[in-house]
């Protein structure tokens, strides 16, 4: 366990070289409980995306939806789910996660041990292993990781292998699955069949992590797709705070974490750059080593942190490293036209050598081989990275980091060679991938005008993608005066207000009113009281907008609209500030927990819980004594979610309270796990009044341990229904499949919860006589029952559950049919994605999107045809141009013979054509 935890305890900082603890610069994040980000390219936009595409369902109000219930704190995550697959994008900390998950579970149950709560047989073996190396060999599964472990850890081996093997049989091994990305997409389903087949026999918990593009689903049975959350304010400033503490030796005149908090706040665009863990880490160490000086554009940071990085390294502090940049541009626009963003060390080593030969400006370079080159530019603090430390496989240390490199090669070719430089981004303005280059490109550029105008002379598909685009690069650029620009700017709004909840179109605005007055003039004119009873989804999109933008004018209107608009603007102007969280707006929502109407209280309770200072938890404090169980309850997640010892020990005052849903707030956030309290709680179980062993029962379901779990087997028995509630939510959460016996008779108990929790659990089983026990229950009365049965089908997925889910696209409830669709979508086969295509055309707008979305996800070139011979006025319909479009996307990226969509070639009356030519020549 020592061998464990100091393989994963520290990290070397950027800009000292030395040590520190993980645990140090450790912020705790929040996942989400569903899928919610599904863009299909990786920019610094795609989170914007994915939120404006969710904002459209909790804007209408007929539906049981509400974003915020499905975002849980990592560690209750890991708590109530045996198997996670964790999702995001590069540098938002998936690797990270599990090596600090490594770390903890080997020093607990060391100490564990040590205290002699534990045996040797019970101790748990953290395992810490990349799904590439399983991969690429041929043994089992068991012995591969076995072999994994013996490199690792040679020097306890030899201690080890006589108990490794029986561990993992027992289950007692945590596997942390890093990078399933990693593995060719062409292997994944071989991969998926070996592991799944080795936990049929070996039942051990495990987390694996993705990236989010390209991962299809389904690799893990039972697995909980979770998602992480970008960083929210509170994390940021919790996070750099905790830089500057630990990661400093000496202070600087003008240098501190609340200096750079303060510059951030002001600057909405970093802000959001600052979302991303790895983003911050660099920002941190660049503001320390004063290279950097805020404000700045994306592109000026890149700039900033590529010439940080190498003078890291050279010891001669520049001499040669403005060299070494122009070859790395050299890489990276090469392997960004062959798509890739992993390469070997001959791919390197063969571009390398091409570039020397070809670059004239790489002369002071010739002297040296390209392996001693590649050497130097992979070194510890180099821009190219091992993937492994005995790997051959080499990334950029971040993904934009490539595409800042990108554009700075086409900037300098557009210098040399204006014609030539335009042609080669013409070239590129149908590939998804390029556009974050393109992006960044304008703001490397003097004068940016002439690649706006070579952006918008072409012709644009029926997506507006060039429109989007050259609104993207204008965001990167310094505020400028042109009548292009307005003309871009004009038409964006316009195509905005059509579809305001169209993800790929609100991000735009959301980045153009960061950067230009212009854009931002127009949403705060027109969040105007006129608008509040016209188009209520607009308003709701238009605040969200300001919102995101967050900049000082942004505010003034949001707080205006707080303290005047009706009941459900004043709910979004909350939620809006919220997302800022500065001082003045947790001034202007503290009377907001004063508000006449109980949503908006609420949202402005949830407000305080993502800002999370000290005047926000003292307002809080307040709300927990609101005259409405809706609020008390939003306050005590939001001191939950805040989740510092000042907050943890307010909700313990709490524990008692007189309403329910507060304890149970309070509860499912402060760690309760001392053995005399867990014993307490058992005994509880068997007490004679229901109320004593309603709040063992939800507490024990919380702590979600083995014994605890164990312990609420019997509730399911309990003559009072809340008991049965907690106990099935609890083993739900669970999927241990020695409960199956226990909860198949659960299907037929008389409360519908009950019921509905058992179909979860043993949705999350996954064996045949799980699924023979559910369908039946796709004819219980409750229809909430019923839908959980569909979804746990859903998640099986076998030829037995899809016959049974296809009659349900008929059920006369929307919900239903709904909720088919996307199980539909989950199971991914040829019939499922034949018997979506008709419920894009269903009289309900909630089945046509989630139609939508299950054939976003399983989709063929064959579906988008099918798609583009709709009627012109279906495909204007927001969920069937986001469908097209992310196919459409997709295929891009998969470099299918696709051409854009162009307006021609959609509609019964556009003579729609197969879409058979390649993406270069004539368009």
Same mark, same amino acid.
């Given at each position: 366990?020592?061998?464990?935890?100091?393989?994963? &305890?520290?990290?070397?900082?950027?800009?000292?070289?030395?040590?520190?603890?993980?645990?140090?610069?450790?912020?705790?994040?929040?996942?989400?409980?569903?899928?919610?980000?599904?863009?299909?390219?990786?920019?610094? $936009?795609?989170?914007?995306?994915?939120?404006?595409?969710?904002?459209?369902?909790?804007?209408?109000?007929?539906?049981?939806?509400?974003?915020?219930?499905?975002?849980? +704190? $990592?560690?209750?995550?890991?708590?109530?789910?045996?198997?996670?697959?964790?999702?995001?994008?590069?540098?938002?900390?998936?690797?990270?996660?599990?090596?600090?998950?490594?770390?903890?579970?080997?020093?607990?149950?060391?100490?564990?041990?040590?205290?002699?709560?534990?045996?040797?047989?019970?101790?748990?073996?953290?395992?810490?292993?990349?799904?590439? /190396?399983?991969?690429?060999?041929?043994?089992?599964?068991?012995?591969?990781?076995?072999?994994?472990?013996?490199?690792?850890?040679?020097?306890?081996?030899?201690?080890?292998?006589?108990?490794?093997?029986? &561990?993992?049989?027992?289950?007692?091994?945590?596997?942390?699955?890093?990078?399933?990305?990693?593995?060719?997409?062409?292997?994944?389903?071989?991969?998926?069949? =070996?592991?799944?087949?080795?936990?049929?026999?070996?039942?051990?918990?495990?987390?694996?992590?993705?990236?989010?593009?390209?991962?299809? *689903?389904?690799?893990?049975?039972?697995?909980?797709?979770?998602?992480?959350? +970008?960083?929210?304010?509170?994390?940021?400033?919790?996070?750099?705070?905790?830089?500057? =503490?630990?990661?400093?030796?000496?202070?600087?005149?003008? @240098?501190?974490?609340?200096?750079?908090?303060?510059?951030?706040?002001?600057?909405?665009?970093?802000?959001?750059?600052?979302?991303?863990?790895?983003?911050?880490?660099?920002?941190?160490?660049?503001?320390?080593?004063?290279?950097?000086?805020?404000?700045?554009?994306?592109?000026?940071?890149?700039?900033?942190?590529?010439?940080?990085?190498?003078?890291?390294?050279?010891?001669?502090?520049?001499?040669?490293?403005?060299?070494? @940049?122009?070859?790395?541009?050299?890489?990276?626009?090469?392997?960004?036209?062959?798509?890739?963003?992993?390469?070997?060390?001959?791919?390197?080593?063969?571009?390398?050598?091409?570039?020397?030969?070809?670059?004239?400006?790489?002369?002071?370079?010739?002297?040296?081989?390209?392996?001693?080159?590649?050497?130097?530019?992979?070194?510890?603090?180099?821009?190219?990275?091992?993937?492994?430390?005995?790997?051959?496989?080499?990334?950029?240390?971040?993904?934009?980091?490539?595409?800042?490199?990108?554009?700075?090669?086409?900037?300098?070719?557009?210098?040399?060679?204006?014609?030539?430089?335009?042609?080669?981004?013409?070239?590129?303005?149908?590939?998804?991938?390029?556009?974050?280059?393109?992006?960044?490109?304008?703001?490397?550029?003097?004068?940016?005008?002439?690649?706006?105008?070579?952006?918008?002379?072409? &012709?644009?598909?029926?997506?507006?993608?060039?429109?989007?685009?050259?609104?993207?690069?204008?965001?990167?650029?310094?505020?400028?005066?042109?009548?292009?620009?307005?003309?871009?700017?004009?038409?964006?709004?316009?195509? $905005?207000?059509?579809?305001?909840?169209?993800?790929?179109?609100?991000?735009?605005?959301?980045?153009?009113?960061?950067?230009?007055?212009?854009?931002?003039?127009?949403?705060?004119?027109?969040?105007?009281? =006129?608008?509040?009873?016209?188009?209520?989804?607009?308003?709701?999109?238009?605040?969200?907008?300001?919102?995101?933008?967050?900049?000082?004018?942004?505010?003034?209107?949001?707080?205006?609209?707080?303290?005047?608009?009706?009941?459900?603007?004043?709910?979004?102007?909350?939620?809006?500030?919220?997302?800022?969280?500065?001082?003045?707006?947790?001034?202007?929502?503290?009377?907001?927990?004063?508000?006449?109407?109980?949503?908006?209280?609420?949202?402005?309770?949830?407000?305080?819980?993502?800002?999370?200072?000290?005047?926000?938890?003292?307002?809080?404090?307040?709300?927990?004594?609101?005259?409405?169980?809706?609020?008390?309850?939003?306050?005590?997640?939001?001191?939950?979610?805040?989740?510092?010892?000042?907050?943890?020990?307010?909700?313990?005052?709490?524990?008692?309270?007189?309403?329910?849903?507060?304890?149970?707030?309070?509860? *499912?956030?402060?760690?309760?796990?001392?053995?005399?309290?867990?014993?307490?709680?058992?005994?509880?179980?068997?007490?004679?009044? /229901?109320?004593?062993?309603?709040?063992?029962?939800?507490?024990?379901? =919380?702590?979600?341990?083995?014994?605890?779990?164990?312990?609420?087997?019997?509730a399911l028995q309990d003559a009072d229904p809340v008991v049965r509630e907690e106990a099935a939510e609890a083993l739900a959460r669970s999927g241990n499949p020695q409960t199956l016996e226990v909860l198949i008779p659960a299907l037929a108990d008389t409360d519908p919860v009950v019921r509905q929790e058992a179909a979860a659990a043993l949705g999350r089983m996954g064996t045949t006589p799980a699924l023979t026990a559910l369908i039946p229950i796709l004819q219980d009365q409750d229809k909430r029952v019923r839908k959980q049965g569909i979804e746990s089908l859903g998640r099986i997925g076998t030829p037995a559950a899809l016959q049974a889910l296809i009659p349900l696209l008929k059920d006369g409830d929307g919900d239903i049919r709904g909720a088919t669709a996307t199980a539909l979508g989950r199971?991914?086969?040829?019939?499922?994605?034949?018997?979506?295509? +008709?419920?894009?055309?269903?009289?309900? $707008?909630?089945?046509?999107?989630?139609?939508?979305?299950?054939?976003?996800?399983?989709?063929?070139?064959?579906?988008?045809?099918?798609?583009?011979?709709?009627?012109?006025?279906?495909?204007?319909?927001?969920?069937?141009?986001?469908?097209?479009?992310?196919?459409?996307?997709?295929?891009?990226?998969?470099?299918?013979?696709?051409?854009?969509?162009?307006?021609?070639?959609?509609?019964?009356? *556009?003579?729609?054509?197969?879409?058979?030519?390649?993406?270069?020549? &004539?368009?």
């Amino acid at each position: 366990m020592e061998d464990i935890e100091s393989h994963f &305890k520290y990290k070397t900082l950027l800009h000292t070289q030395h040590p520190i603890s993980r645990k140090s610069l450790y912020v705790p994040i929040q996942v989400t409980r569903e899928r919610n980000y599904r863009h299909e390219v990786e920019t610094f $936009w795609g989170y914007a995306e994915s939120e404006a595409e969710l904002k459209r369902a909790y804007a209408i109000k007929n539906r049981d939806v509400e974003a915020k219930r499905y975002r849980v +704190p $990592w560690e209750q995550a890991k708590k109530n789910y045996q198997r996670l697959m964790v999702l995001a994008d590069p540098g938002m900390g998936k690797s990270a996660l599990l090596r600090r998950e490594a770390a903890l579970t080997a020093a607990s149950e060391r100490q564990k041990l040590v205290d002699a709560q534990i045996t040797v047989e019970d101790v748990v073996f953290p395992l810490f292993i990349r799904l590439v /190396d399983l991969h690429e060999t041929a043994d089992d599964i068991a012995v591969a990781i076995a072999s994994l472990v013996q490199r690792d850890y040679p020097t306890t081996w030899a201690d080890i292998q006589p108990w490794l093997q029986a &561990k993992l049989r027992q289950g007692k091994c945590l596997l942390l699955f890093n990078a399933l990305d990693e593995v060719p997409k062409r292997d994944r389903n071989a991969l998926a069949t =070996k592991l799944n087949q080795f936990l049929e026999t070996h039942p051990c918990p495990i987390i694996c992590t993705s990236r989010i593009v390209g991962y299809g *689903g389904a690799f893990i049975n039972g697995a909980k797709e979770v998602e992480i959350i +970008p960083l929210s304010q509170p994390q940021i400033e919790r996070f750099i705070h905790a830089w500057f =503490k630990h990661g400093t030796d000496s202070e600087k005149d003008g @240098i501190s974490a609340a200096s750079l908090i303060e510059q951030l706040r002001q600057n909405p665009q970093l802000r959001g750059l600052a979302q991303n863990p790895r983003l911050l880490y660099l920002l941190c160490s660049l503001y320390y080593e004063q290279v950097l000086t805020l404000p700045a554009r994306r592109s000026q940071i890149y700039q900033k942190t590529v010439e940080y990085l190498l003078s890291q390294w050279t010891h001669h502090r520049g001499s040669d490293s403005g060299v070494k @940049i122009r070859l790395l541009e050299d890489l990276a626009y090469q392997f960004t036209c062959k798509g890739q963003e992993v390469f070997d060390s001959q791919e390197l080593k063969q571009e390398i050598a091409n570039a020397l030969e070809q670059d004239q400006g790489l002369e002071p370079l010739r002297q040296q081989t390209p392996a001693q080159l590649l050497v130097q530019l992979s070194g510890e603090q180099g821009i190219l990275h091992r993937l492994t430390q005995e790997g051959d496989r080499y990334v950029f240390i971040h993904r934009i980091t490539q595409d800042y490199l990108t554009a700075c090669y086409l900037q300098r070719v557009i210098q040399d060679n204006p014609s030539q430089g335009m042609a080669l981004v013409k070239a590129h303005l149908w590939e998804y991938d390029w556009h974050q280059s393109i992006s960044l490109l304008a703001g490397l550029m003097d004068d940016p005008i002439p690649l706006f105008q070579a952006i918008v002379q072409e &012709k644009d598909d029926i997506f507006s993608t060039l429109l989007l685009l050259t609104g993207r690069a204008i965001a990167e650029c310094k505020q400028l005066s042109h009548p292009l620009i307005t003309e871009v700017i004009d038409h964006i709004y316009d195509l $905005w207000h059509h579809y305001p909840f169209v993800g790929f179109i609100a991000s735009t605005v959301v980045a153009l009113g960061q950067t230009n007055s212009q854009m931002a003039e127009k949403l705060q004119q027109d969040l105007d009281e =006129k608008q509040y009873y016209t188009r209520k989804d607009f308003v709701a999109a238009l605040i969200a907008a300001l919102g995101q933008i967050g900049s000082p004018s942004a505010v003034a209107t949001l707080i205006k609209a707080l303290n005047q608009g009706p009941w459900y603007v004043r709910g979004e102007a909350a939620t809006a500030l919220g997302y800022i969280g500065d001082a003045e707006t947790v001034k202007a929502l503290i009377p907001a927990l004063r508000d006449e109407d109980t949503v908006v209280r609420g949202e402005a309770a949830a407000a305080m819980g993502r800002i999370g200072t000290s005047a926000a938890i003292q307002a809080l404090i307040i709300a927990l004594h609101d005259n409405d169980s809706y609020v008390r309850g939003e306050a005590a997640m939001a001191l939950a979610q805040i989740g510092t010892p000042e907050a943890l020990q307010e909700l313990v005052k709490v524990l008692n309270h007189p309403d329910s849903f507060v304890r149970w707030q309070a509860s *499912g956030a402060i760690h309760l796990e001392n053995p005399t309290v867990v014993q307490a709680l058992i005994q509880a179980l068997n007490h004679p009044q /229901d109320q004593i062993r309603e709040e063992a029962a939800m507490v024990l379901g =919380k702590i979600a341990t083995k014994e605890t779990l164990e312990a609420l087997i019997p509730a399911l028995q309990d003559a009072d229904p809340v008991v049965r509630e907690e106990a099935a939510e609890a083993l739900a959460r669970s999927g241990n499949p020695q409960t199956l016996e226990v909860l198949i008779p659960a299907l037929a108990d008389t409360d519908p919860v009950v019921r509905q929790e058992a179909a979860a659990a043993l949705g999350r089983m996954g064996t045949t006589p799980a699924l023979t026990a559910l369908i039946p229950i796709l004819q219980d009365q409750d229809k909430r029952v019923r839908k959980q049965g569909i979804e746990s089908l859903g998640r099986i997925g076998t030829p037995a559950a899809l016959q049974a889910l296809i009659p349900l696209l008929k059920d006369g409830d929307g919900d239903i049919r709904g909720a088919t669709a996307t199980a539909l979508g989950r199971i991914g086969t040829a019939p499922a994605l034949q018997a979506l295509m +008709p419920l894009l055309k269903d009289n309900d $707008w909630f089945v046509r999107e989630q139609a939508a979305m299950a054939l976003s996800r399983i989709g063929t070139p064959q579906t988008l045809e099918a798609l583009l011979q709709f009627p012109t006025t279906e495909i204007e319909r927001p969920e069937i141009l986001t469908l097209i479009r992310t196919l459409a996307v997709r295929f891009s990226r998969e470099k299918s013979p696709l051409v854009p969509v162009y307006p021609e070639l959609v509609g019964a009356m *556009g003579g729609f054509r197969r879409l058979g030519r390649k993406l270069s020549g &004539k368009r």
